[in-house]
């Protein structure tokens, strides 16, 4: 039988074909589980993500939701109960995330959206779906990212508000464990998405500088880090900032 036959999981942010999103919700359908993929605007990518994941012969819907709205979770949690009654939702990822690297170019508007989208969307998710999670089985892994550790002048709000996602990581390990639901949060360095800058911006010149592995890493390195803690064998693991970073945090 298949590792995650069974299994319900519930990706966020992952209809971009070269995301991480999408590599996670890959693997776990690979190994047997059935996906809620969301998406926020692209119907258009998220459908062939969808049909994708459909052949390799597990369930899978996409949902579209706004991840700074204030019914991101209720609106997530709504579709995946329709469409899958009684089921308990077994992995939440949080993924979905709005980035902004100039930490002074924003205005109230662009504040407010990057920390609702990056802060409140997960903890609307999680509080929507915890009555309906395996308890106990649980996971909530949240995608992070190394510059939370060090802070950036090029990444400023973006740095920060992963910087309150690895707080509330450690709360819900706290609130969530009695339970025997683990939290986590998986901190990448520069991976080769559309979302990482150019190898000749400063940023990734200081990455290279400090990483032991001196390459960007790939969104299939990161979702074998991310299915490793929504696997059985994770089980005694919460409460941990998992660093995905060739070696960078340990510089």
């Known amino acids: 039988m298949a590792e995650f036959a069974g299994k319900l999981a519930i990706v966020t942010g992952a209809a971009k074909s070269n995301g991480i999103g999408f590599a996670t919700a890959l693997l776990l359908a690979q190994k ?17 993500a969808v049909s994708k994941l459909q052949s390799l012969g597990v369930k899978a819907i996409s949902v579209s939701a706004d991840a700074a709205s204030p019914d991101f979770g209720t609106t997530i949690v709504d579709a995946t109960l329709k469409a899958f009654p009684n089921r308990k939702i077994d992995i939440i990822i949080n993924n979905a995330a709005a ?6 170019a924003f205005d109230n508007e662009g504040f407010d959206n990057i920390f609702h989208a990056n802060v409140r969307g997960p903890l609307l998710l999680v509080g929507a779906a915890l009555p309906h999670m395996a308890k106990p089985g649980g996971r909530v892994i949240s995608i992070g990212t190394v510059a939370s550790r060090i802070g950036s002048r090029f990444a400023g709000l973006y740095a920060a508000t992963k910087g309150a996602l690895n707080t509330l990581t450690f709360t819900w ?26 190898e000749e911006h400063e940023l ?45 945090s340990h510089a």
């Open 32 to 48: 047997g589980a059935d996906i809620v993929l969301h998406y926020n605007s692209n119907a258009a990518a998220a459908e062939t």
């Open 99 to 104: 980035v902004l690297f100039a930490s002074s």
């Open 173 to 198: 390990a706290e609130e969530l464990g009695p339970m025997g639901i683990t939290a986590n949060i998986v901190s990448p360095g520069p991976i080769g998405t559309d979302n990482v800058p150019p």
């Open 204 to 248: 990734v010149k200081r990455f290279r500088s400090e990483q032991q592995i001196k390459r960007n890493g790939t969104v299939e390195e990161v979702a074998e880090v991310i299915v490793f803690i929504a696997s059985k064998g994770s089980s005694f693991v919460t409460g941990q900032v998992v660093g995905v970073d060739g070696g960078f």
